[in-house]
Protein backbone atom coordinates (compact mmCIF):
# COMPACT_ATOMS: atom_id res chain seq x y z
CA UNK A 1 0.00 0.00 0.00
CA UNK A 2 2.72 2.50 0.89
CA UNK A 3 4.86 1.54 -2.31
CA UNK A 4 1.76 2.18 -4.57
CA UNK A 5 1.20 5.42 -2.53
CA UNK A 6 4.60 6.53 -2.77
CA UNK A 7 4.58 6.13 -7.16
CA UNK A 8 1.17 7.86 -6.94
CA UNK A 9 2.76 10.83 -5.23
CA UNK A 10 6.14 10.57 -7.58
CA UNK A 11 3.45 10.31 -10.73
CA UNK A 12 1.40 13.64 -9.53
CA UNK A 13 4.90 15.30 -8.85
CA UNK A 14 5.97 14.55 -12.17
CA UNK A 15 2.86 15.51 -14.03
CA UNK A 16 2.96 18.75 -11.89
CA UNK A 17 6.46 19.39 -13.83
CA UNK A 18 5.07 18.65 -17.11
CA UNK A 19 2.35 20.54 -17.36
CA UNK A 20 2.92 23.80 -15.01
CA UNK A 21 0.83 27.11 -16.47
CA UNK A 22 2.80 28.79 -18.96
CA UNK A 23 2.65 33.01 -18.37
CA UNK A 24 4.31 33.63 -21.26
CA UNK A 25 2.76 33.33 -25.19
CA UNK A 26 5.62 32.70 -27.62
CA UNK A 27 5.24 35.20 -30.20
CA UNK A 28 8.51 33.92 -32.71
CA UNK A 29 11.32 31.77 -31.99
CA UNK A 30 14.69 32.35 -34.52
CA UNK A 31 17.64 29.63 -34.79
CA UNK A 32 19.87 29.42 -37.62
CA UNK A 33 20.65 26.77 -39.97
CA UNK A 34 23.36 25.68 -42.73
CA UNK A 35 26.34 27.04 -43.35
CA UNK A 36 27.97 30.39 -44.90
CA UNK A 37 30.77 32.61 -44.28
CA UNK A 38 28.07 35.73 -45.62
CA UNK A 39 24.82 34.96 -43.92
CA UNK A 40 21.53 36.32 -45.05
CA UNK A 41 18.20 35.93 -44.81
CA UNK A 42 18.23 31.99 -46.31
CA UNK A 43 20.61 31.33 -42.95
CA UNK A 44 17.37 32.02 -40.43
CA UNK A 45 14.61 30.02 -39.73
CA UNK A 46 11.26 31.61 -37.59
CA UNK A 47 8.91 30.09 -36.55
CA UNK A 48 5.20 31.39 -34.74
CA UNK A 49 3.41 30.28 -31.58
CA UNK A 50 1.95 27.56 -34.04
CA UNK A 51 4.76 26.13 -35.64
CA UNK A 52 4.46 28.02 -38.87
CA UNK A 53 6.78 30.39 -40.61
CA UNK A 54 6.89 33.43 -38.90
CA UNK A 55 7.09 36.13 -42.24
CA UNK A 56 7.40 39.27 -40.66
CA UNK A 57 10.69 38.75 -39.50
CA UNK A 58 13.60 40.32 -41.60
CA UNK A 59 17.18 40.17 -40.76
CA UNK A 60 20.05 42.41 -41.42
CA UNK A 61 23.94 40.43 -40.63
CA UNK A 62 26.78 42.82 -40.64
CA UNK A 63 28.71 40.48 -40.72
CA UNK A 64 30.35 37.19 -38.98
CA UNK A 65 29.21 33.55 -40.21
CA UNK A 66 26.93 31.03 -39.50
CA UNK A 67 28.53 27.21 -39.20
CA UNK A 68 26.50 24.33 -38.48
CA UNK A 69 23.30 26.61 -37.45
CA UNK A 70 25.29 28.59 -35.46
CA UNK A 71 25.79 32.51 -35.71
CA UNK A 72 29.46 33.45 -34.80
CA UNK A 73 29.23 37.47 -34.43
CA UNK A 74 33.12 38.23 -34.90
CA UNK A 75 33.16 41.57 -33.69
CA UNK A 76 29.42 42.29 -35.76
CA UNK A 77 26.15 42.34 -35.03
CA UNK A 78 22.94 41.13 -36.02
CA UNK A 79 20.00 43.49 -36.49
CA UNK A 80 16.63 41.81 -36.56
CA UNK A 81 13.11 43.70 -37.47
CA UNK A 82 9.94 42.67 -36.62
CA UNK A 83 7.02 44.66 -38.84
CA UNK A 84 4.33 42.73 -37.53
CA UNK A 85 5.51 42.65 -33.32
CA UNK A 86 2.55 43.23 -30.95
CA UNK A 87 3.88 44.76 -28.11
CA UNK A 88 5.38 47.87 -27.03
CA UNK A 89 7.48 49.04 -23.86
CA UNK A 90 3.96 49.87 -22.41
CA UNK A 91 2.95 46.01 -22.65
CA UNK A 92 5.19 42.81 -20.15
CA UNK A 93 7.43 40.68 -22.60
CA UNK A 94 9.90 38.45 -22.59
CA UNK A 95 13.11 37.90 -25.01
CA UNK A 96 15.32 35.19 -25.12
CA UNK A 97 18.99 34.35 -25.54
CA UNK A 98 21.29 31.87 -26.57
CA UNK A 99 24.73 32.27 -26.40
CA UNK A 100 28.29 31.27 -26.01
CA UNK A 101 31.08 33.52 -24.68
CA UNK A 102 34.74 33.12 -25.23
CA UNK A 103 36.96 35.04 -23.27
CA UNK A 104 36.83 37.85 -21.18
CA UNK A 105 39.22 40.43 -21.83
CA UNK A 106 40.22 42.88 -20.23
CA UNK A 107 37.88 45.79 -20.08
CA UNK A 108 34.51 45.94 -20.19
CA UNK A 109 32.61 43.51 -22.46
CA UNK A 110 30.84 45.01 -25.32
CA UNK A 111 26.86 44.88 -25.86
CA UNK A 112 25.83 41.25 -25.81
CA UNK A 113 22.37 41.82 -27.27
CA UNK A 114 19.71 44.60 -26.96
CA UNK A 115 15.98 45.57 -28.24
CA UNK A 116 14.32 48.62 -28.88
CA UNK A 117 11.91 50.63 -31.03
CA UNK A 118 12.21 52.59 -34.30
CA UNK A 119 12.42 55.48 -32.75
CA UNK A 120 15.95 55.24 -31.68
CA UNK A 121 15.15 54.18 -27.62
CA UNK A 122 16.98 50.84 -26.36
CA UNK A 123 17.84 48.45 -23.95
CA UNK A 124 21.59 46.85 -24.21
CA UNK A 125 22.65 43.81 -22.54
CA UNK A 126 26.35 43.68 -21.28
CA UNK A 127 28.80 43.24 -18.45
CA UNK A 128 30.70 46.03 -16.73
CA UNK A 129 34.05 45.26 -14.53
CA UNK A 130 35.67 47.27 -11.67
CA UNK A 131 34.38 47.64 -8.83
CA UNK A 132 30.72 47.06 -9.23
CA UNK A 133 31.12 44.27 -12.03
CA UNK A 134 28.07 42.64 -13.11
CA UNK A 135 25.88 41.82 -15.73
CA UNK A 136 23.45 44.48 -16.30
CA UNK A 137 20.77 46.93 -18.33
CA UNK A 138 22.12 49.68 -20.16
CA UNK A 139 19.36 52.43 -21.49
CA UNK A 140 19.61 54.51 -24.34
CA UNK A 141 16.98 57.27 -24.14
CA UNK A 142 14.90 54.96 -21.44
CA UNK A 143 14.69 56.04 -17.69
CA UNK A 144 15.89 53.51 -15.26
CA UNK A 145 15.70 53.70 -11.49
CA UNK A 146 16.88 51.02 -9.10
CA UNK A 147 19.41 49.34 -10.82
CA UNK A 148 21.01 46.46 -9.76
CA UNK A 149 23.53 43.98 -11.20
CA UNK A 150 25.90 40.96 -9.79
CA UNK A 151 28.42 39.35 -11.95
CA UNK A 152 26.63 36.12 -12.30
CA UNK A 153 28.90 33.26 -13.30
CA UNK A 154 29.37 32.49 -17.02
CA UNK A 155 31.31 29.10 -18.14
CA UNK A 156 33.17 30.49 -20.96
CA UNK A 157 32.83 28.56 -24.41
CA UNK A 158 29.53 26.50 -23.25
CA UNK A 159 25.98 28.30 -24.41
CA UNK A 160 24.28 30.81 -21.68
CA UNK A 161 21.01 31.10 -21.62
CA UNK A 162 19.88 34.94 -21.57
CA UNK A 163 16.20 35.58 -20.40
CA UNK A 164 14.87 39.55 -19.82
CA UNK A 165 11.52 40.03 -18.52
CA UNK A 166 9.20 43.52 -18.16
CA UNK A 167 6.59 43.29 -16.28
CA UNK A 168 4.02 45.95 -16.03
CA UNK A 169 1.87 44.16 -13.68
CA UNK A 170 -1.53 45.55 -14.20
CA UNK A 171 -0.62 48.25 -15.89
CA UNK A 172 -0.24 45.70 -19.05
CA UNK A 173 -1.10 47.88 -21.99
CA UNK A 174 -1.97 51.26 -19.84
CA UNK A 175 0.59 53.62 -21.65
CA UNK A 176 2.50 55.84 -19.22
CA UNK A 177 0.90 54.34 -16.45
CA UNK A 178 2.60 52.95 -13.37
CA UNK A 179 6.23 51.59 -13.99
CA UNK A 180 7.47 48.12 -15.44
CA UNK A 181 10.06 45.70 -13.37
CA UNK A 182 12.89 44.66 -15.82
CA UNK A 183 14.56 41.51 -14.50
CA UNK A 184 17.78 39.63 -16.02
CA UNK A 185 18.37 35.96 -15.78
CA UNK A 186 21.31 34.08 -16.48
CA UNK A 187 21.14 30.14 -16.82
CA UNK A 188 18.11 30.69 -14.66
CA UNK A 189 19.40 33.24 -12.00
CA UNK A 190 18.18 36.60 -11.50
CA UNK A 191 21.31 38.72 -11.91
CA UNK A 192 20.16 42.33 -12.31
CA UNK A 193 16.88 44.20 -11.40
CA UNK A 194 16.03 47.97 -13.16
CA UNK A 195 12.64 49.90 -12.82
CA UNK A 196 11.58 51.87 -16.29
CA UNK A 197 9.93 54.82 -15.63
CA UNK A 198 5.90 55.22 -16.75
CA UNK A 199 7.13 58.17 -18.91
CA UNK A 200 8.62 55.44 -21.64
CA UNK A 201 5.96 53.32 -20.95
CA UNK A 202 4.88 54.32 -24.20
CA UNK A 203 3.23 52.80 -27.43
CA UNK A 204 5.85 52.62 -29.47
CA UNK A 205 6.27 49.76 -31.42
CA UNK A 206 8.76 46.92 -29.47
CA UNK A 207 10.33 45.94 -33.33
CA UNK A 208 13.98 45.73 -33.30
CA UNK A 209 16.23 43.31 -31.69
CA UNK A 210 20.04 42.61 -31.79
CA UNK A 211 22.29 39.96 -31.73
CA UNK A 212 26.02 40.82 -31.12
CA UNK A 213 25.70 44.68 -30.47
CA UNK A 214 23.48 47.78 -29.78
CA UNK A 215 20.08 47.40 -31.58
CA UNK A 216 20.30 50.62 -33.46
CA UNK A 217 24.00 51.14 -33.80
CA UNK A 218 27.29 49.43 -34.95
CA UNK A 219 29.38 50.53 -32.44
CA UNK A 220 30.61 48.25 -29.45
CA UNK A 221 29.43 45.01 -30.75
CA UNK A 222 30.65 41.39 -29.08
CA UNK A 223 32.34 38.75 -30.69
CA UNK A 224 30.04 35.66 -29.69
CA UNK A 225 28.25 32.64 -30.86
CA UNK A 226 24.59 32.55 -31.21
CA UNK A 227 22.14 29.75 -31.16
CA UNK A 228 18.42 30.35 -30.62
CA UNK A 229 16.71 33.58 -29.90
CA UNK A 230 12.68 33.95 -28.83
CA UNK A 231 10.12 36.57 -28.16
CA UNK A 232 7.31 35.94 -25.95
CA UNK A 233 4.12 38.07 -24.96
CA UNK A 234 4.11 38.37 -21.05
CA UNK A 235 6.17 37.42 -18.02
CA UNK A 236 7.63 33.86 -18.32
CA UNK A 237 6.85 31.78 -15.39
CA UNK A 238 9.18 30.58 -12.94
CA UNK A 239 8.63 27.24 -14.77
CA UNK A 240 9.20 28.36 -18.31
CA UNK A 241 12.44 30.13 -17.05
CA UNK A 242 13.32 26.47 -15.48
CA UNK A 243 12.81 24.64 -19.03
CA UNK A 244 14.60 27.34 -21.01
CA UNK A 245 17.41 27.62 -19.19
CA UNK A 246 20.80 25.60 -18.85
CA UNK A 247 21.09 23.23 -18.39
CA UNK A 248 18.23 21.34 -19.76
CA UNK A 249 14.79 20.61 -18.24
CA UNK A 250 14.98 16.67 -19.09
CA UNK A 251 17.80 16.47 -15.86
CA UNK A 252 15.72 17.67 -13.61
CA UNK A 253 12.81 15.77 -14.82
CA UNK A 254 15.28 12.48 -15.07
CA UNK A 255 16.23 13.36 -11.47
CA UNK A 256 12.93 13.41 -10.18
CA UNK A 257 12.33 10.09 -12.07
CA UNK A 258 15.41 8.42 -10.83
CA UNK A 259 15.12 9.42 -7.16
CA UNK A 260 11.63 8.18 -7.03
CA UNK A 261 12.56 4.87 -8.37
CA UNK A 262 15.79 4.96 -6.14
CA UNK A 263 13.14 5.57 -3.23
CA UNK A 264 11.01 2.45 -4.44
CA UNK A 265 13.82 0.01 -4.32
CA UNK A 266 15.09 1.02 -0.62
CA UNK A 267 11.24 0.41 0.25
CA UNK A 268 11.81 -3.24 -1.38
CA UNK A 269 11.14 -5.97 1.22
CA UNK A 270 14.49 -8.16 1.78
CA UNK A 271 14.31 -11.61 0.50
Given amino acids: MKKNLLLSSCITMLGTLCTAQAAGTLVWDMSFTGTSSSPNAENIVVTGADGSAYDSLTSSFGGGSVTDGVYHSNGSRLTITDSASPLSMCNSFSFVVKASLAGEGTTNWPVLFGL ?156
Avoid at 125 to 138: E, L, P, R, V
Avoid at 165 to 188: I, M, R
Avoid at 212 to 235: C, I, K, M
Fill in 116 to 271: GEANGWNLKINYTKGANAGWGFAPEGYTLSDLTSTPGTVTQGKEQTFIVTVDAGANDGSVQTGTSTLTLYLNGQAIATATLDSSNRTNEKLDTFSLGGRPLNDNNNQTAEFSNAQLYQGVLSAEQIAALSVPEPATATLSLAGLAFLALRRRRPQV
